[in-house]
């Protein structure tokens, strides 16, 4: 169960350490970081956080914007990897199945919205050359049906730049701007035009905040 729910064996101490000692002085020294709307950021309760997806870097950009723990699914691959396992399970991170429905991950998210957490879906369900989201999946719409959650989408601008798709090593003093839009209430149901209708309203919201551009 540990791998499945590594939200719940969190190391706050450390956890806050990374935030403040690592990704705060990284997003705002070598990537001159700006961050706008953090104030439409509910400080406590259940949310779902819908984004854009570029880099390896966006979920602690992410996590560092809103200013409060965020738990992400993440392709069950890179929990294979050594030092990146646990860096990720750090973040709140918990692993998922790619191209298929996965009831442990889908049970781990709810748990974790009921227990109060932020969670973190990327629309795309992967990394967009341009950051964009051509393919939305409906998954964070049937969460927030299921959960009654609301959903707050969130623009990462310029991530592409500094960890693209198949790139090694992550370039350094590229801008980033994350901006975060209104919250979305839940759909009233689970009925697939209801999920695509706030789905896609999830979507041309982030698209919105990354036409604002830098």
Not at 192 to 200: C, I, M, P, R, S
Request: glycine fraction near 8%; aromatic fraction near 8%.
């Amino acid at each position: 169960m540990a791998s499945q729910t590594g939200y719940r064996h969190l190391d706050w101490l450390a956890y806050w350490l990374l935030k403040w000692l690592v990704v705060n002085p990284l997003f705002r020294g070598l990537y001159l970081g700006h961050t706008y709307g953090q104030d439409r950021v509910p400080r406590q309760g259940s949310l779902i956080i819908v984004s854009n997806h570029a880099s390896h870097l966006d979920p602690p950009l992410l996590s560092n914007a809103v200013r409060r723990p965020v738990a992400f699914m993440a392709k069950e691959e890179l929990f294979r990897v050594p030092v990146l396992k646990q860096a990720i399970r750090l973040y709140g991170a918990y692993p998922v199945k790619r191209g298929g429905s996965d009831r442990s991950a889908l049970r781990a998210t709810e748990t974790a919205l009921a227990q109060g957490w932020a969670v973190g879906i990327f629309l795309n369900g992967t990394r967009t050359p341009d950051g964009r989201i051509p393919h939305p999946h409906l998954g964070a719409a049937l969460i927030a049906a299921r959960t009654q959650t609301p959903l707050l989408p969130v623009a990462l601008w310029g991530t592409e730049k500094v960890l693209p798709k198949g790139s090694k090593w992550p370039q350094l003093f590229c801008p980033i701007t994350v901006r975060i839009g209104e919250l979305i209430p839940p759909p009233a149901s689970s009925d697939k035009g209801e999920l695509q209708q706030v789905t896609a309203r999830c979507v041309t919201a982030i698209h919105m905040l990354l036409d604002q551009g830098r």
